[in-house]
């Protein structure tokens, strides 16, 4: 059974940092790409970043370019998004996602298997 589990989230406040995991287990199959999505209190779900597993290709959504890096060990099967410069908009919580294959971007219809996750509050 996959599972994709986040963690890092908390407390910071506005300018600090948090750096989210995501831990991917329960399978073999060597093509997936991992994405980061966020909903805010009252908002709608949005992409952040997406990651490859073949080649690291990376893609980014406009909001976050700049300010959140993607990163990932494949032999671990985890990711990571560092969030810097945090403002109290970023406070939402934070999901990861797989889709298995190797297409790359924010589709949330198009993912396979979701975390649970994790919370982030930036404070002013």
């Known amino acids: 059974e996959v599972q994709l589990v986040e963690s890092g989230g908390g407390l910071v406040q506005a300018g600090g940092s948090l750096r989210l995991s995501c831990a991917a287990s329960?399978?073999?199959?060597?093509?997936?790409?991992i994405a980061w999505f966020r909903q805010a209190p009252g908002k709608e779900r949005e992409g952040l970043s997406s990651?490859?597993?073949?080649?690291?290709?990376?893609y980014y959504a406009d909001s976050v370019k700049g300010r959140f890096t993607i990163s990932s060990d494949n032999a671990k099967k985890t990711v990571y998004m560092q969030m810097n410069s945090l403002k109290p908009e970023d406070t939402a919580v934070y999901y990861c996602?797989?889709?298995?294959?190797?297409?790359?971007?924010?589709?949330?219809?198009?993912?396979?298997?979701w975390g649970k996750g994790t919370l982030a509050t930036v404070s002013s």
């Open positions: 996602a797989l889709v298995v294959g190797t297409m790359l971007g924010l589709d949330q219809d198009g993912m396979d298997y």
């Open positions: 329960g399978f073999t199959f060597d093509d997936y790409a």
């Open positions: 990651i490859s597993s073949r080649d690291g290709s990376i």
